[in-house]
């Protein structure tokens, strides 16, 4: 056909693959996308057949085409922003403030702005994208062998949590009705990416990926922190031992646990990490990166925002004892700036008030609660980890001083002076926000920064030639981490079993009764908890993290919205949430009274209370 003459192999190939992305908005949009990217697309193929007289200035190796690469991404954002500005129940607060209109037509406006934005934005960058992604490869390249083995690690001690397939916590309601959590947390970027992922907006069960794609992603994680620590130097293999800590250890594994959340999660960590691999850039680049990164954290999952200080801190350290650079002040100024500016445009325009407030956070900030926070971590550190790990992390803390004392380039008294400085600062710093809190939350998926910790103190050690009962207890620690990997997740396998248990010894007890014969609603609430099973309480003995991650998903509905999820929704018998507590003056009766539970209903057979026993 003569029209198509005009049309290069590059523009071909620009046609083929914009092809997907238009399926894919169909498919998680529905078809009003499917016709606004339509008809973008059609356009840049009508600028691709009058393009003869357009001279843009831009590499011409980008798709062999001048024009493929930005026209593919200002099609992916505009993609964005319909996503993202859609959502009239997470409408950014700053905009019903600032509304004079119905604010789903201030969004509108704003998202017919940020196209054109978006698109000069990019058109302008990308050139610099390319830059990034070649920097990134030949960068990390050197770290290939340590990639693949620390994933390999990885997903070895992952196979007990696949095998579980336990919905953990908001796994239970998700599996049933395919929602997102993003709009209650502002965690916008979580879900785009989820409706990517699961290639549609209803998100189905597609467990085990997303636990693998977390464990591929905090991989990547791991070797982009060998390249922070080490400035890009060959390291010998040993050092992905140092890494282990920060992926799999106990309080990270809990996020892993989660069958719909944890890429995102562990997504929040590698873009804590990236920006620090542009640290050497001029400051106002590299602010750049750490102002977006920061942002694109609070939208993913914002307990990851102890990361990124960490390094920084470690990283102007480990440079002001080997005299590396004179920037030192700058460098942290720079970082903090930057950091700092990232919050507070979250804060002001992006973040969502939390609704449930007697589960989650209260947000109130304290400056005067840092050091009494900060012996409450240490604390419940103390008291999570057992013996063994503790002792390990000492000896490699231990080690980490006297390597710091030796190796200085610095005036050795000066450099032990800084240390002391240094530690109570790091370890502050690694919960992010949450240490100014008024009230601290202190739930483990926000201390998972203490395994980043670990590794920022043992990855220089690793490096060395020297230092051999260090690299055997690093060793030990990370074998350690791996094996309760699998024990974690065969404690949630027991855990599962015991309470399909429980739950079927009542199901079948409401069953065999005659409240459910009408086929009528009956309110239901739980009263007590059925506890942990036996191993899972002996495994606790070993391990008193394991009380705080193994959930007990039938228990006490008037203190834990999900105590009675599973018995209400997964067997189909009219059973609901009740509104309140029935009246205690009310007498109920005893509809059946075992040694697991006893069951009782009102004269209205219309109200059901389950005591567990």
């Not at 509108?108 to 610099?128: E, M, P, T, W, Y």
Request: hydrophobic letters at 50%; aromatic letters at 16%.
């Amino acid at each position: 056909m003569k029209i198509f003459s005009n049309l290069s192999r590059g523009k071909i190939y620009f046609l083929f693959s914009a092809i997907p992305v238009l399926v894919m908005t169909s498919i998680i949009r529905g078809y009003r996308v499917l016709l606004f990217s339509g008809i973008l697309f059609l356009g840049c193929v009508l600028l691709f057949m009058i393009d003869k007289n357009i001279k843009i200035n831009i590499n011409k190796s980008y798709f062999d085409d001048k024009y493929s690469f930005v026209l593919s991404l200002f099609l992916a954002t505009c993609v964005f922003l319909d996503f993202f500005f859609e959502y009239s129940k997470t409408i950014p607060s700053i905009v019903k403030k600032l509304s004079y209109i119905d604010p789903k037509i201030t969004i509108s406006i704003i998202g017919i702005i940020g196209i054109g934005i978006g698109f000069f934005a990019i058109f302008v960058l990308s050139k610099q994208i390319k830059k990034i992604f070649i920097y990134l490869t030949e960068n990390l390249k050197i770290y290939k062998k340590h990639y693949f083995i620390i994933f390999s690690i990885c997903m070895i001690g992952s196979l007990s949590l696949i095998r579980a397939n336990f919905n953990y916590i908001d796994d239970a309601g998700r599996v049933i009705h395919g929602y997102t959590l993003s709009g209650d947390f502002s965690r916008y970027m979580s879900d785009f990416l989820s409706k990517i992922l699961h290639m549609n907006s209803w998100l189905a069960d597609i467990s085990p990926l997303p636990q693998i794609l977390a464990l591929a992603i905090m991989s990547l994680a791991g070797i982009i922190a060998i390249s922070v620590i080490t400035d890009n130097k060959k390291t010998s293999l040993l050092s992905v031992v140092a890494i282990i800590p920060m992926i799999i250890n106990p309080y990270f594994i809990r996020c892993l646990a989660y069958k719909y959340d944890a890429p995102y999660m562990a997504l929040s960590v590698l873009l804590s990490i990236v920006p620090l691999l542009f640290r050497q850039c001029n400051k106002l680049k590299y602010g750049i990166f750490v102002f977006i990164s920061t942002i694109l954290v609070c939208i993913t999952y914002q307990s990851s925002l102890g990361i990124f200080p960490i390094f920084v801190i470690a990283t102007a350290f480990l440079n002001f004892i080997d005299k590396r650079n004179d920037n030192i002040i700058i460098y942290i100024l720079t970082s903090a700036f930057s950091y700092i500016l990232g919050l507070v445009v979250f804060k002001v325009f992006l973040m969502q008030p939390i609704t449930q407030t007697d589960a989650y956070i209260n947000p109130q900030v304290s400056l005067n609660k840092i050091f009494i926070n900060m012996n409450k971590y240490f604390n419940l550190m103390n008291e999570d980890l057992n013996f063994i790990w503790l002792l390990f992390i000492y000896i490699i803390a231990f080690y980490f001083i006297i390597y710091i004392v030796l190796k200085t380039k610095q005036n050795k008294l000066i450099t032990l002076l800084t240390l002391f400085i240094f530690i109570p600062v790091i370890f502050s710093v690694s919960f992010g926000p949450y240490i100014i809190f008024d009230e601290l939350p202190t739930d483990p998926r926000y201390m998972y920064c203490i395994g980043v910790l670990i590794t920022i103190i043992g990855l220089p050690i690793c490096v060395e030639k020297k230092y051999y009962l260090c690299k055997v207890v690093e060793i030990m620690i990370s074998f350690s981490f791996v094996v309760y990997f699998l024990i974690f997740g065969n404690a949630l396998s027991s855990q599962k079993e015991y309470a399909d248990f429980r739950n079927n010894q009542i199901v079948e007890a409401i069953n065999d009764s005659d409240i459910l014969k009408d086929k009528k609603t009956v309110q239901i609430n739980v009263k007590g908890t059925i506890g942990f099973s036996e191993s899972v309480e002996n495994m606790i003995e070993e391990y008193p993290i394991l009380k705080k991650t193994i959930p007990v998903m039938l228990s006490d509905s008037s203190k834990w919205g999900w105590g009675d999820q599973k018995l209400r929704q997964y067997y189909k018998m009219n059973l609901i949430e009740a509104g309140k507590q029935i009246d205690n003056n009310q007498k109920l009766i005893i509809i059946k009274d075992t040694y697991f539970y006893k069951i009782k209903s009102n004269s209205d057979r219309d109200y059901l209370l389950i005591e567990l026993k």
